[in-house]
């Protein structure tokens, strides 16, 4: 287990050119890569849709040691309907803070020295104004659950993840795989857990060799499984296996081996020019304008 790693967290965006200003100006994350893709992707990383579409890693390092975005685009959706699912990533940055104030970008004081910002598309962000770790600045994401116990008993009884803290009273749980990654705060949300169309999907790496025993065991205790083990095909970069599952609450859990990722996800240098060059070619928000109408909403 010490070998697993908490990677990234996959949004759907609907308005690219806002959300990536979001990331870089007012968080201060770089694009690490950019992809576009001419059909949907075997293991729905995009979601059930089989047009065009891009994925955009940002974040404020590599995967290797950050806990990084992936943000995924597509081309003839404007917006997609959030649920009570993801509630929340957390991060200590005063440079955000300032940054948002220098922006004029909303920020709402949820507790002392804790500031709540809204990505477009309505995804909470926490920036706690604190001077930035040298470290990795992204502390938590906080997911919705509707049965606490039996969540963290599948995060860590199933996944194997250690439990830093369980608060009854307020019915929340910090778990996660090493003491210096991003950790998974699991709340319970009172009912039942709504995903809406925006479903995220959170990914962690482990030993390739891990991912056929991780399928058998959720077969064995009976768990869902999306995606069973597969290979996804990146022209140009690594091969890299995947299987993807989903909690006792549907939220979707994408393990992949680590080896091959680690050479998939190396940083690209020109990884901002491509995603600004594609938003330049991107007229569809131009073409929808001009013929009067609205993107579709998922």
């Given at each position: 287990?010490?070998?697993?790693?908490?990677?990234?967290?996959?949004?759907k965006v609907g308005d690219r050119a806002r959300t990536a200003r979001f990331y870089r100006e007012l968080l201060g994350m770089k694009v690490l890569r950019h992809e576009e893709f001419e059909e949907g992707c075997k293991a729905s990383c995009n979601g059930p849709y089989d047009g065009k579409w891009s994925k955009t890693m940002v974040g404020y390092g590599p995967e290797d040691n950050h806990f990084v975005a992936e943000l995924t685009y597509n081309y003839g959706i404007g917006e997609y309907r959030l649920g009570n699912d993801f509630l929340g990533i957390t991060l200590v940055s005063s440079q955000a803070v300032s940054n948002a104030r220098k922006m004029g970008w909303p920020l709402k004081e949820v507790t002392?020295?804790?500031?709540?910002?809204?990505?477009?598309?309505?995804?909470?962000?926490?920036?706690?104004?604190?001077?930035?770790?040298?470290?990795?600045?992204?502390?938590?994401?906080?997911?919705?659950?509707?049965?606490?116990?039996?969540?963290?008993?599948?995060?860590?009884?199933?996944?194997?993840?250690k439990i830093y803290e369980k608060d009854e009273e307020k019915q929340r749980a910090l778990l996660g795989y090493a003491d210096n990654q991003c950790k998974l705060e699991l709340k319970a949300v009172g009912g039942a857990v709504d995903h809406g169309t925006a479903f995220g999907r959170i990914a962690f790496s482990c030993a390739r060799e891990e991912l056929p025993n991780i399928e058998a065991l959720m077969k064995k205790e009976n768990q869902k499984i999306l995606t069973p083990l597969v290979s996804l095909d990146t022209p140009g970069k690594a091969t890299v296996q995947v299987v993807i599952l989903a909690d006792p609450d549907g939220h979707e859990i994408c393990f992949v081996g680590d080896e091959a990722f680690r050479e998939l996800s190396?940083?690209?240098?020109?990884?901002?020019?491509?995603?600004?060059?594609?938003?330049?070619?991107?007229?569809?928000?131009?073409?929808?304008?001009?013929?009067?109408?609205?993107?579709?909403?998922?």
């Open positions: 287990m010490a070998a697993r790693r908490a990677l990234h967290f996959v949004f002392s020295g804790v500031f709540e910002a809204e990505a477009p598309g309505g995804y909470k962000f926490y920036l706690e104004d604190k001077e930035q770790l040298k470290q990795d600045p992204v502390w938590k994401v906080t997911l919705g659950v509707s049965n606490l116990q039996k969540s963290v008993n599948y995060w860590s009884g199933l996944l194997g993840m190396k940083v690209d240098p020109n990884g901002g020019k491509l995603l600004d060059d594609a938003m330049a070619a991107d007229n569809s928000d131009k073409w929808f304008a001009e013929h009067n109408m609205k993107k579709v909403s998922a």
